[in-house]
T-cell receptor, first 115, second 110 residues
Framework: NAGVTQTPKFQVLKTGQSMTLQCAQDMNHEYMSWYRQDPGMGLRLIHYSVGAGITDQGEVPNGYNVSRSTTEDFPLRLLSAAPSQTSVYFC??????????????FGPGTRLTVL | GDSVTQMEGPVTLSEEAFLTINCTYTATGYPSLFWYVQYPGEGLQLLLKATKADDKGSNKGFEATYRKETTSFHLEKGSVQVSDSAVYFCALSDRDDMRFGAGTRLTVKP
């Protein structure tokens, strides 16, 4: 199993550009989520999904869109990048929303810089 | 809303020293509590967890006890190694989301 994979590993954008961060998991997990990690602030939840076709907002959703058309994939879209979105982004998954009580599996992260 | 507060770092210890990283939480329900570890350049990995009051989570020599009366989940290890150098995150989970502390960077020197 590859686990949770994320692409790209690094990305530099100009203000106003759009892009999609990719996330995939091969563990047949129902629950997937996106976090951003900023210095001194830990990880903050952006969006999450409890299954294909279902998404919901987390703590800091503004400026980001998600969709979940398959169990395996959960892309994160930045429609118009801003410098405040410079961060490290982590995708995570767990077997089900109830299993978040047990463990989330994290991808290696995408480091995004917006100039 | 739910939140986690953990001890600010960085923490620097000598090998074989005793480690404590404090973590307290605020929650309206009955959350599960976690410690995650992040090694340089990697994502987070679950270190240990506790799902109810008085539970003790343990792994790789690390321990933490879920204390409902003090709303705490402090991480301890009796003898740290250089390989324990990493960032440690306390987290809680209630229903569909997870809240993380700011992280504590630990450096262990030989």
């Amino acid at each position: 199993n590859a686990g949770v994979t994320q692409t790209p590993k690094f990305q530099v954008l100009k203000t106003g550009q759009s892009m999609t961060l990719q996330c995939a998991q091969d563990m047949n997990h129902e629950y997937m989520s996106w976090y951003r990690q900023d210095p001194g602030m830990g990880l903050r939840l952006i969006h999450y999904s409890v299954g294909a076709g279902i998404t919901d907002q987390g703590e800091v959703p503004n400026g980001y869109n998600v969709s979940r058309s398959t169990t395996e994939d959960f892309p994160l879209r930045l429609l118009s990048a801003a410098p405040s979105q410079t961060s490290v982004y982590f995708c995570a998954s767990s077997y089900s929303a109830g299993e978040i009580y047990n463990e989330q599996f994290f991808g290696p992260g995408t480091r995004l810089t917006v100039l | 809303g739910d939140s986690v507060t953990q001890m600010e770092g960085p923490v620097t210890l000598s090998e074989e020293a005793f480690l404590t990283i404090n973590c307290t939480y605020t929650a309206t329900g009955y959350p599960s509590l976690f410690w995650y570890v992040q090694y340089p350049g990697e994502g987070l990995q679950l270190l240990l967890k506790a799902t109810k009051a008085d539970d003790k989570g343990s792994n790789k020599g690390f321990e933490a006890t879920y204390r409902k009366e003090t709303t705490s989940f402090h991480l301890e290890k009796g003898s740290v190694q250089v390989s324990d150098s990493a960032v440690y995150f306390c987290a809680l989970s209630d229903r569909d989301d997870m809240r993380f502390g700011a992280g504590t960077r630990l450096t262990v020197k030989p």
